[in-house]
C-alpha cells in the first residue's frame, strides 16, 4: 500500500510561469517530508523540506506548503525556469525512520 | 571526486549470475541505503544500515542481500540475478536524522546510480 503518492505523472509550465507539483500521504504519523529533484543519469537531490509542525517552507523560488489536515504538500516554483524541468520526488518519514519516496513527477518547463 | 561513489555504473549480465553492486561514502555518515528506480515505481528502499553491526531489510529485499563492510562502504549483492531486476540501482547516505538542537539532518546524498541490465 503506498504510503506517499504523487498521482501526476507528469507535468508541462511555460517559463516564467508557476509550477505546482502535489504529494498526497495516508500516514498520519509522518513528521517530516522532503522534495528530491532528480535530473537525467544523476542521483537525486535534495531540494527543500518541511516539518510537520510547520504549514509552510521558502528557499528562494521554491515552497513547500503542508496541510496535515489533509494529508497533503505541495512544491510551488515560481518562476519556473527550463533547467527547473527534472522528476521530482516527495518523500516522508516518521520518527527520523528511514524515507519513504513518492512515484515522481516530471516536470517539464518550455521556453 | 563525488561524496557517494557507486561501481560499476552500468553493468550488463546474464540470468543466474551473482552480481556484487558497492558503494563508499567520504561524508562520514552513519546510515547508508540501497534503492531500486523503476521507470512509473519511484525509489523503492531494498536495504539500510544505521551502523556497520545493523541491517535492515527495506520493502523490496527479496532476491538482494547486503553487506557493511566499514562505516563507508555498502555493498549490494543479487546471487542470481533474474531478468526483473534490471533496473536503475541508487546508494545513498544520510547522517543521524536529527543534529544538534533537534535540527533535522537526515537528507539522503545519492550516488550517480548503477545501471543494471539482466539478460
Known amino acids: 500500500d503506498q504510503q506517499v503518492k504523487q498521482n501526476s505523472p507528469s507535468l508541462s509550465v511555460q517559463e516564467g510561469r508557476i509550477s505546482i507539483l502535489n504529494c498526497d500521504y495516508t500516514?498520519?504519523?509522518?513528521?517530516?517530508f522532503l522534495w528530491y529533484k532528480k535530473y537525467p543519469a544523476e542521483g537525486p537531490t535534495f531540494l527543500i523540506s518541511?516539518?510537520?509542525?510547520?504549514d509552510k517552507n521558502e528557499d528562494g523560488r521554491f515552497t513547500v506548503f503542508l496541510n496535515k489536515s489533509a494529508k497533503h504538500l505541495s512544491l510551488h516554483i515560481v518562476p519556473s525556469q527550463p533547467g527547473d524541468s527534472a522528476v521530482y520526488f516527495c518523500?516522508?518519514?516518521?520518527?527520523?525512520?528511514?524515507?519513504?519516496f513518492g512515484k515522481g513527477t516530471k516536470l517539464t518547463v518550455n521556453p | 571526486d563525488a561524496d557517494v561513489t557507486q561501481t560499476p555504473r552500468n553493468r550488463i549480465t546474464k540470468t543466474g549470475k551473482r552480481i556484487m553492486l558497492e558503494c563508499s561514502q567520504t561524508?562520514?555518515?552513519?546510515?547508508m541505503y540501497w534503492y531500486r528506480q523503476d521507470p512509473g515505481l519511484g525509489l523503492r528502499l531494498i536495504y539500510y544500515?544505521?551502523?556497520?553491526?545493523?541491517?535492515n531489510k527495506g520493502e523490496i529485499s527479496d532476491g538482494y542481500s547486503v553487506s557493511r563492510q566499514a562505516q563507508a562502504k555498502f555493498s549490494l549483492s543479487l546471487e542470481s540475478a533474474i531478468p526483473n531486476q534490471t533496473a536503475l540501482y541508487f546508494c545513498?547516505?544520510?547522517?543521524?536524522?536529527?543534529?544538534?538542537?533537534?535540527?533535522?539532518?537526515?537528507?539522503?546524498?545519492f550516488g550517480e546510480g548503477s545501471r543494471l541490465t539482466v539478460l
Open positions: 544500515s544505521f551502523d556497520v553491526k545493523d541491517i
Open positions: 561524508k562520514g555518515h552513519d546510515r
Open positions: 518523500a516522508a518519514s516518521y520518527l527520523s525512520e528511514k524515507l519513504v
Open positions: 500516514n498520519s504519523m509522518f513528521d517530516y
Open positions: 518541511i516539518s510537520s509542525i510547520k
Open positions: 545513498a547516505t544520510s547522517d543521524r536524522l536529527v543534529g544538534l538542537a533537534g535540527a533535522y539532518t537526515g537528507e539522503l546524498f
